[in-house]
């Protein structure tokens, strides 16, 4: 299991069983990771979004969706989530080149408006690695993960990826798509999605940028 801890001694990656994960990824090119962030740092994240704002977020002919503005919860994960050690993890589970950065958004699909995430295959922004998606809010019904090679659009893998705190790599490349489908029910669907990207590691100019 690979999850990811803030304590008063800073950010620490338990990653015992890379062999494991590392077999897994290569095969499906997506990897769970249950309980990724700790009951702490859940509570923390979940607090700054109960005290944030969303607004309405269009992604060109891909997305659209609600976007929380950079506040507290999105600081934090942005923090967290560039930590070295877990970069290193995520290389050797991977084998994706150097890592530079994180950078990532906190988004909502309300069940009861058109909210959708189209296949795609993020490579059009350049200098992603891999992708990443943290829930973040009670368990939805809906809003499955879902990737697919371009080639077969038959072989599809599925991730229900439900669970407060509970999160996924997944392999971004020309020859997969990826896509989101529609949440349905009541409850609405809040994740924390990013990419860990090539280049020079700046994390005053991350904590104050909007995500793209």
């Known amino acids: ?11 620490i990656v338990g990653d015992d069983d890379l062999d494991a994960a590392r077999e897994q990824f290569a095969r499906h090119h997506v990897l769970r990771l249950p309980h990724f962030l700790d009951d702490d ?7 700054g979004i109960a005290h944030g704002t969303f607004t309405p977020r269009e992604d060109k002919d891909i997305a659209v969706e609600l976007c929380l503005e950079p506040g507290r919860a999105l600081h934090l994960l942005t923090f967290v989530m560039n930590a070295p050690p877990l970069f290193d993890a995520v290389r050797r589970i991977t084998g994706c080149a ?5 950078t990532g958004r906190i988004y909502r699909f309300d069940p009861r ?11 059009a922004a350049g200098g992603r690695l ?5 829930n973040l809010g009670e368990p939805y019904r809906g809003g499955l ?19 407060p705190g509970d999160a996924f790599l997944f ?22 999605a990013g990419w860990f990207i090539e280049g020079v590691f700046d994390l005053h100019k991350l904590l104050g940028d909007s995500p793209s």
């Open 130 to 134: 891999i992708g990443f998606s943290l």
């Open 145 to 163: 993960f879902q990737l697919r090679e371009k080639a077969n659009h038959d072989a599809i893998t599925e991730i229900a990826n439900t669970n």
């Open 41 to 47: 740092l859940l509570a923390r994240v979940r607090d």
């Open 171 to 192: 392999r971004i490349d020309e020859r997969l798509q990826h896509r989101v489908t529609s949440v349905e029910g009541d409850a609405p669907k809040t994740a924390f």
């Open 1 to 11: 299991m690979v999850q990811l801890t803030a304590t008063r001694r800073g950010v």
């Open 113 to 123: 408006v058109a909210h959708h995430d189209s296949w795609h295959d993020d490579m």
């Open 98 to 102: 150097s890592i530079g950065c994180f």
